[in-house]
């Protein structure tokens, strides 16, 4: 390592994005939020562990399966790329995160600048989110269907009406979210045996800490698969959009003149239609809407705030000093665009974008509870119907609150990083 | 500031003009078919399958579903197009599934008149039997004219023609001929009948330049909409068949009741409440308030409205009527009993509606308060000995509520927006819960219009907020 390289290792200037950070960390609520969040998400990761139908580890004879492993990529059982994707992530998360421990590791011990070194790590970072994409895309070109076999309700009919002898460890729950146990239709929320109607048979003994809907699913694995789909929602529907608002502001704000004014009138006409009624009639109009067709259509209704706000950032920034030298310098107009001028316009965007998912899986709980949505994927929303349409309060309030935290803690990181975007509140 | 007003109401005519293409195609292009409930008992009898079929054309050909979305090229529809499309219908080689055999007949009755030309040379020149029954059956439905609806004062005049028009059509009706009766002299007969009637007619399928063009651009169903829209006529709905207008007109107090009402109470509340807070801002009572806002605005409204549907209108704590807009027996009522009425039942939509941006307004005052009440000339101001009452108000508060005047055009269309999922849950019959049922029967031209009608009511209020900035911000012009 030479002197002049660790000399520059040691006079490291704080990045903006360091400097947001420390601040944002500055913000108890909104950093306890964020921390929140991220569990929220990791139980959306180990939902399966948590609850499925089908049996970890099965020894029959002399036999022994593993379906709950092949259940995870398996049609029959999870049918929407959602949950393949957050199981994907459960299979190679955690082997893709030590590589990345790891790999950190190591290009710190080479005593590189700090520059040199985010450079390297934003590769590396590349090339492991390529293998997930490719990996992704494999299980999605080649779906299987598998009988249905090894599950909770075949080990049930096995050992008591058949008196088979198996060995089978299962998930703490052993449901899945679209599992229809008919006979514990609309149980009340309870622990341990609830033996008082003992008449119809061993498993209406049993009880469940956040009951069961109206056609005897568990509400508890419907919430906790919810997390999957919200997030998801939330995430992709701001990923579309932020995408166009970005394209379309940046060039709006860069060109301006015509192409300026041609924007603007776009913006006008999408912000006239009402959101609401527009997804509904949309998505009404759709044969068999699937979750996909939702973050698409509030995606392509929902980009004229980001675009307004980067136009207007855009227009700031392209008189400053540093535009104009790097015109000067004969960079492409591409390259000033998206490397000079967008970093600087990110900040008032990110902070949209939080907001943004926060509104997005609003809009989705509301069309799910109007019943529009995707029927077959276990949102929130439908619960809340489902509470709606028969008074019954724990489907009232369980996907309710559920709603409203994920929403709050949204609120709340996107108040924490207006905050620490914001100069003024510096201290 | 008139020049920037009348310039901003022209720019709103092509916006307004895009927003309808916009929406049109959309529902055009959609899936879904209006009015295929016609057809539900179809399958069930021959004799009441063939009625159903002719009512199903004739609501087709009123509502103009019959005719092509955006540009017509009927005009140049050829010999082979036809005869390949009767083939499917006929299957003769029993190669064509039933979607298309469904959809090749929907094919051959929507262009109608179009049709004519090739079907009589079909039924003259083909080599098959079937083709030639199946060609005159088909002429005695294309061939047909249309009733006509003019717009004109001479109402006997149009019931004359019309009345030609319906006995022209009576007697081409039996000049058909199925594939059974091709022994005896019936296809003759009605082969010779077609040839004389084409002789006759063949002038009107003749088609100049200026024919063409016109039907290019003017017989679809984007034109007819147009047309009928510039005389302020929405069409019918295609469920009730009452004109979409009126239903529209008499739900719109429904909803203007709750929106307007809402609006009102936020900002009743919204501005003193931000104002308090800001005043004390970073005591106990302030963190308190700011963190009860924070919650309710994020507390989703379906939610809410749900709770307290459940808990205050049915069981114990029932304080509040069940649902809708007033109680049945509210005719027999006294004025005064009316509006008692009213107000009862509409108290937890809108509860339910404002509390919402109820506190998101009072974040917006109080953040708006907190920018101004550290400027220098409110230190001037109470430098000067004016009471704090006076500063806060009269000199703080007038330029701190700024920013909240412009939201207040986004917030009505939000509202006639939002309202839907209200008006659905408490059963109120406006247009939200009216669009609501209308999209889930396919009713385009209720679709239609109530986007179009709360477009334009956005517009109007963007224009508003920019100028009531100027009016009330006297930094602000446009000239």
């Not at chain 2, 002789?199 to 169903?221: E, H, L, P, V």
């Not at chain 2, 047309?227 to 107090?253: A, M, Q």
């Not at chain 2, 909803?255 to 109470?265: H, Y």
């Not at chain 2, 009862?344 to 009440?373: K, N, Q």
Request: overall charge positive.
């Amino acid at each position: 390592m030479s002197k002049i390289a660790k000399q520059a290792a040691g006079h490291e200037d704080a990045t903006f994005s360091d400097i947001v950070w420390s601040q944002f960390k500055k913000n108890k609520t909104a950093y306890l939020s964020l921390w929140l969040l991220a569990g929220m998400f990791l139980l959306a990761i180990f939902a399966p562990i948590i609850a499925s139908e089908r049996a970890f580890y099965w020894q029959e004879g002399g036999e022994t399966y593993f379906p709950w492993f092949t259940s995870l990529f398996d049609d029959n059982y999870f049918e929407n790329g959602v949950d393949k994707f957050f199981n994907l992530l459960l299979v190679l998360g955690v082997p893709l995160f030590c590589i990345w421990m790891v790999g950190v590791r190591r290009i710190q011990s080479f005593g590189l600048s700090k520059r040199v070194r985010r450079q390297k790590m934003k590769r590396f970072g590349q090339i492991l989110t390529a293998f997930f994409t490719l990996c992704f895309l494999f299980i999605l070109l080649n779906p299987q269907g598998r009988k249905n076999i090894h599950s909770f309700e075949d080990y049930m009919d096995a050992t008591t009406k058949e008196s088979r002898s198996i060995t089978a460890v299962f998930p703490p729950i052993e449901y899945g979210y679209s599992k229809q146990i008919l006979k514990d239709k609309l149980k009340r929320p309870g622990f341990g045996g609830d033996c008082s109607k003992q008449d119809q048979g061993s498993d209406s003994c049993r009880s469940y800490a956040m009951g069961t809907d109206s056609v005897g699913r568990d509400v508890m694995v419907r919430m906790l698969y919810g997390i999957r789909i919200s997030l998801s929602v939330g995430v992709i529907a701001v990923g579309i959009y932020v995408t166009i608002g970005i394209f379309l502001g940046a060039f709006a704000g860069y060109f301006r003149g015509r192409i300026d004014l041609v924007i603007q009138r776009v913006i006008e006409i999408v912000m006239a239609v009402p959101t609401l009624i527009v997804l509904l009639v949309l998505i009404s109009f759709i044969e068999e809407p699937s979750i996909f067709h939702i973050m698409l259509v509030i995606g392509l209704l929902r980009w004229t705030g980001v675009a307004r706000l980067v136009r207007g950032e855009f227009y700031r920034l392209r008189n400053l000093d540093f535009v104009t030298s790097a015109i000067a310098l004969g960079f492409s107009t591409r390259r000033i665009i998206f490397q000079h001028i967008l970093p600087n316009a990110l900040g008032p965007v990110l902070v949209a974008a939080t907001f943004g998912v926060a509104a997005a899986i609003l809009i989705e709980s509301s069309l799910s509870f109007l019943g529009l949505g995707d029927i077959n994927v276990p949102s929130w929303g439908q619960t809340l119907r489902d509470g709606y349409l028969t008074q019954e309060w724990h489907l009232i309030l369980i996907p309710g609150l559920a709603i409203f935290i994920t929403v709050t803690l949204l609120n709340l990181v996107g108040e924490g990083l207006r905050d620490a975007l914001d100069p003024k509140m510096r201290k | 500031m008139l020049t920037y007003t009348l310039k901003r109401i022209a720019l709103m005519v092509p916006t307004f003009f895009a927003i309808s293409m916009l929406v049109f195609v959309l529902l055009n292009f959609g899936a879904g078919n209006p009015g295929a409930n016609q057809l539900s008992g179809e399958g069930s009898q021959d004799a009441q399958k063939g009625d159903n079929r002719e009512s199903y054309r004739i609501f087709k050909e009123q509502f103009n579903l019959d005719k092509p979305i955006l540009f017509n090229t009927r005009y140049s529809l050829s010999n082979d197009d036809v005869e390949t499309t009767l083939a499917q219908i006929l299957n003769l080689d029993k190669s064509v599934s039933l979607a298309d055999q469904i959809a090749a007949r929907d094919r051959v009755e929507n262009w109608g008149r179009y049709a004519v030309p090739s079907l009589i040379h079909c039924l003259l020149n083909h080599e098959r039997v079937e083709m030639r029954a199946k060609a005159s059956q088909r002429l005695t439905v294309n061939a047909k004219e249309r009733i006509i609806t003019k717009f004109t004062d001479d109402v006997e005049a149009e019931r004359l023609e019309n009345k030609a028009i319906a006995k022209r059509n009576r007697e081409i009706n039996p000049w058909r001929f199925s594939v059974n009766q091709t022994g005896d002299k019936t296809e003759a007969k009605v082969v010779e009948f077609w040839r004389q009637w084409w002789s006759t007619n063949s002038a009107a399928w003749s088609y100049s330049f200026q024919d063409k063009a016109s039907i290019f651009f003017t017989d679809t169903r984007f034109a007819k909409y147009w047309s009928n829209l510039l005389r302020l006529d929405f069409g019918k709905s295609h469920i009730d068949k009452k004109p979409v207008l009126e239903t529209v007109l008499s739900k719109l107090k429904y909803s203007i009741t709750l929106a307007v009402s809402s609006v009102f109470l936020i900002y009743l509340i919204s501005l003193p409440l931000g104002i308090w807070s800001a005043v004390r801002q970073n005591t106990v009572a302030d963190k308190v308030v700011t963190f009860i806002l924070f919650m309710l605005y994020s507390l989703p409204s379906f939610f809410v409205a749900v709770i307290l549907l459940n808990a205050l209108t049915v069981g114990d704590w029932a304080i509040f009527p069940n649902l809708g807009f007033q109680s049945s027996d509210a005719h027999e009522m006294t004025a005064l009993g009316v509006i008692k009425d009213v107000l009862w039942h509409v108290t937890l939509p809108i509860v339910c509606m404002s509390y919402g941006g109820l506190a998101a307004l009072s974040r917006y005052a109080r953040t708006g308060l907190l920018d101004v009440i550290r400027a220098d000339y409110i230190r001037t101001a109470r430098a000067k000995g004016l009471p704090e009452g006076i500063v806060i108000v009269k000199h703080a508060a007038r330029n701190g509520m700024i920013p909240i005047l412009t939201l207040m055009a986004t917030l009505l269309p939000a509202l006639i927006g939002g309202s839907v999922i209200i008006e659905v849950i408490f059963q109120i019959p406006g247009m939200g819960s009216y669009i609501f049922t209308s999209v889930t029967q396919y009713d385009y031209n209720v679709v239609m219009a109530v986007l179009l009608i709360s477009s334009l009511l956005t517009l109007i209020g963007m224009l508003l907020a920019d100028l009531s900035y100027a009016l009330v911000d006297p930094r602000i012009t446009f000239d």
